[in-house]
Antibody
Framework: QVQLVQSGSELKKPGASVKVSCKASGYHFTSYAMNWVRQAPGQGPEWMGWINTNTGNPTYAQDFTGRFVFSLDTSVSTAYLQISSLKVEDTAVYYC??????????????WGQGTLVTVS | QSVLTQPPSVSGAPGQRVTISCIGSSSNIGAGYDVHWYQHLPGTAPKLLIHGNSNRPSGVPDRFSGSKSGTSASLAITGLQTEDEAVYYCQSYDSSLSPWVFGGGTKLTVL
């Protein structure tokens, strides 16, 4: 079945870096864009951006430029989110989600199970 | 502060019907963009429940239904079951902000 499996929880100190992986299975990886969504404690989900799995070209939401990097390894159907110079306020659950394209009515299915990144 | 506004919580007894609202604005729902709904159980992947305002993916019970009118959308759940206890999120497109926007989530408690 189509699924996204993310790497496990991370505990990092401020200033460190973290790399979260998202391994896809059950479908042709490069046929769908991959999105990243952040959910901080007690908050709703926040769209971080997406990566074109064909070209590797990333697009970042306004609040996620500079320290956030999306990348791919298509040979293992895996997307990555790297966050550098971690701050306490980066503490959140990070989700990858496959985007189903219909134009401006796109939705996300499936989602990964989430990776908790704690910065302390 | 989420772009789409949802009530923080709703509750109902088993067998009852509840609705969850999702209020947007003229740059998202009110502009005609579709609304999608997700069900999220703690520690699991959020699950697509409704897409395109009212379409249920295969496997989603017909107890779940969605609708949209004006600048808001609603998710209705009939015949409440204990396994429906979860957090529900709405999502849409926004023409003036980050393209994909979400509601803050509504926690459903089945009493």
């Amino acid at each position: 079945q189509v699924q996204l499996v993310q790497s496990g929880s991370e505990l990092k100190k401020p200033g460190a870096s973290v790399k979260v992986s998202c391994k896809a299975s059950g479908y042709h990886f490069t046929s769908y864009a991959m999105n990243w969504v952040r959910q901080a404690p007690g908050q709703g989900p926040e769209w971080m951006g997406w990566i074109n799995t064909n070209t590797g070209n990333p697009t970042y939401a306004q609040d996620f430029t500079g320290r956030f990097v999306f990348s791919l390894d298509t040979s293992v159907s895996t997307a990555y989110l790297q966050i550098s110079s971690l701050k306490v306020e980066d503490t959140a659950v990070y989700y990858c989600a496959r985007e189903i394209p219909t134009g401006t009515s796109n939705w996300f299915d499936p989602w990964g199970q989430g990776t908790l990144v704690t910065v302390s | 502060q989420s772009v789409l506004t949802q009530p923080p919580s709703v509750s109902g007894a088993p067998g009852q019907r509840v609705t969850i609202s999702c209020i947007g604005s003229s740059s998202n729902i009110g502009a005609g963009y579709d609304v999608h709904w997700y069900q999220h159980l703690p520690g699991t992947a959020p699950k697509l429940l409704i897409h395109g305002n009212s379409n249920r993916p295969s496997g989603v019970p017909d107890r779940f239904s969605g609708s949209k009118s004006g600048t808001s959308a609603s998710l209705a759940i009939t015949g409440l079951q204990t396994e429906d206890e979860a957090v529900y999120y709405c999502q849409s497109y926004d023409s003036s902000l980050s393209p994909w926007v979400f509601g803050g989530g509504t926690k459903l408690t089945v009493l």
